[in-house]
């Protein structure tokens, strides 16, 4: 094993708007442009650690890290969660790091806090795939439900939130759910999902990704293959890569695939 596809297991401690924070990160050095993996909601950087074992992949420096209110990363202040604040974490992590330019792939809240993170910094960006990212109103099927399923104790709705993917027929809901216990803090979920309906119902999340001046990709499963705006994707020159037997989390339901478009997608850039 050569020693540029050891991970380093990083803490990395951040103050942004007065919280402190202590990031959980994965690093890896290498060489050429970095890639930096921003996780969804409920999930942590491990859902990356295998992108130093791609080819074309595995020698390039990796940045994955636990976003505030989930996995190893502590926070002093959950309530103060939003995307907007997941963007001024990644850009610390970023600037701590040094990248200048880096590809972005970023899942679900990932994508979305990628999306907004593009548009302020255009120039950094060589690439963004955008894994089951928000675009749209109808993106919020599981964080529109702090609304329809409101529950004054945060405990109580995480466990109820589990629930209901207990009995979704969308691969790897099961998976997700089983595990959110232990990734995600529940006081942080109602702070994070109101701003994640926020920005897609209130900002034109579209017309900022179609109007970004690098390679993009929209990665969906199979079960989203008929989200509406598809087809203006395609029509605006926007690559877009269905995966097979997969829902919201290609990473749990077809990890080769997924991997596989990211790869190719990298390579030809």
């Not at 992590?93 to 679900?108: K, Q």
């Not at 997969?246 to 991997?259: I, Q, V």
């Not at 596989?260 to 997608?265: A, C, E, L, P």
Request: glycine fraction near 6%; proline fraction near 7%; aromatic fraction near 10%.
């Amino acid at each position: 094993m050569s020693s540029d596809r050891r991970w380093q297991r990083n803490i990395v401690p951040l103050q942004i708007d007065g919280v402190d924070l202590q990031i959980a990160a994965l690093v890896k050095p290498g060489t050429g442009t970095p890639l930096v993996f921003l996780h969804g909601f409920g999930s942590t950087k491990e859902d990356y650690a295998d992108a130093a074992w791609h080819p074309d992949l595995g020698n390039r420096p990796v940045l994955a890290y636990d976003a505030p209110g989930c996995g190893a990363t502590t926070c002093s202040n959950l309530e103060t969660i939003s995307v907007p604040f997941l963007v001024k974490v990644a850009e610390a992590m970023i600037s701590h790091l040094g990248y200048t330019r880096y590809h972005l792939i970023g899942h679900s809240m990932g994508g979305l806090t990628g999306l907004l993170l593009a548009h302020q910094h255009p120039e950094q960006v060589a690439s963004f795939i955008d894994i089951e990212g928000n675009l749209a109103p109808e993106d919020c099927f599981l964080s529109r439900q702090i609304i329809s399923h409101h529950h004054q104790n945060p405990d109580a709705f995480l466990t109820e939130f589990a629930g209901r993917l207990m009995t979704s027929r969308y691969y790897s809901s099961n998976l997700f759910a089983a595990s959110l216990p232990y990734k995600v803090h529940a006081r942080a979920i109602e702070p994070i999902f109101t701003s994640m309906v926020d920005l897609s119902d209130n900002h034109p999340l579209m017309d900022w990704f179609l109007a970004l001046p690098t390679p993009r990709m929209l990665m969906y499963g199979e079960q989203n293959n008929t989200l509406s705006y598809l087809d203006r994707l395609q029509a605006n020159g926007i690559e877009l890569a269905e995966i097979p037997q997969s829902g919201h989390f290609p990473m749990y339901a077809n990890a080769p695939e997924m991997w596989r478009r990211v790869n190719t997608f990298v390579r030809a850039l």
